[in-house]
Structures are given as C-alpha cells and as structure tokens.
C-alpha cells in the first residue's frame, strides 16, 4: 500500500512563513508529478502547486512568487515554502501524487490525509 503523510501545519500570523511536508512511503516502483492542493472551509479543493519528476513547476496564481514547491527524489517527498502568509490561505493543505507501484501497473492518484494551515492574528 502507499501512504502520503503530511506535516508542518500551523497557526501563523498574517506575513509569516511555514514549511509543509508530504513523505510517501510504501509499495513505491516510481513517482511522477507531486502535487499540493488546499480546501478553506465551505470551498472546494483547488490546486496550490505541482512539481514534475524532473523539477518543473506549475503554481496557482493567487500563491505565486510567495509559495516555493520543491522536492527530494531520494526521499520520495515533496515541499511546499509558504512565505508571505495571509488570513485568505487559511485551509486544509493536501499532498497529491501520482504513482506507479510496480513496474507493470498503472499510474493512480494518491492523497494524503491532510495538515491545518491557519493564517490568523
């Protein structure tokens, strides 16, 4: 089984910075793009920032220039930099990735359960 678990959920002040992590662990053959999305309260989930197996990035507009994705292939894990925080990036913050767990499989979606992000003063 593949798990994704995240981490570095916080309460932070309005400018400040966080640093999320997303470690996949298990049944792993490769991993293609890695992918973070976030859900506020009554909204629905939309994408932050993706990151491809060989280091392109892709980021939503409303994160650009504040939010850094990045990841460390050897550790099968992906980051997100969060600086310049705002009350409006306030949410659940999800991993996404996409997998193949073995050399004959298809590739499948993964998520992780999620890590609190709460911009507030």
């Known amino acids: 089984q593949v798990q994704l678990v995240e981490s570095g959920g916080d309460l932070v002040q309005p400018g400040g910075s966080l640093r999320l992590s997303c470690a996949a662990s298990?049944?792993?053959?490769?991993?293609?793009?890695m992918n973070w999305y976030r859900q506020a309260p009554g909204k629905q989930r939309e994408f932050v920032a993706r990151?491809?197996?060989?280091?392109?990035?892709t980021y939503a507009d409303s994160v650009t220039d504040r939010f850094t994705i990045s990841r460390d292939n050897a550790k099968n894990t992906v980051f997100l930099q969060m600086n310049s925080l705002k009350p409006e990036d306030t949410a659940v913050y999800y991993c996404?990735?996409?997998?193949?767990?073995?050399?004959?499989?298809?590739?499948?979606?993964?998520w992780g359960q999620g890590t609190q992000v709460t911009v507030s003063s």
């Open positions: 996404y990735a996409l997998i193949r767990v073995d050399r004959s499989s298809a590739v499948a979606g993964y």
């Open positions: 298990g049944r792993i053959f490769s991993i293609y793009d």
């Open positions: 990151i491809s197996s060989g280091g392109i990035t």
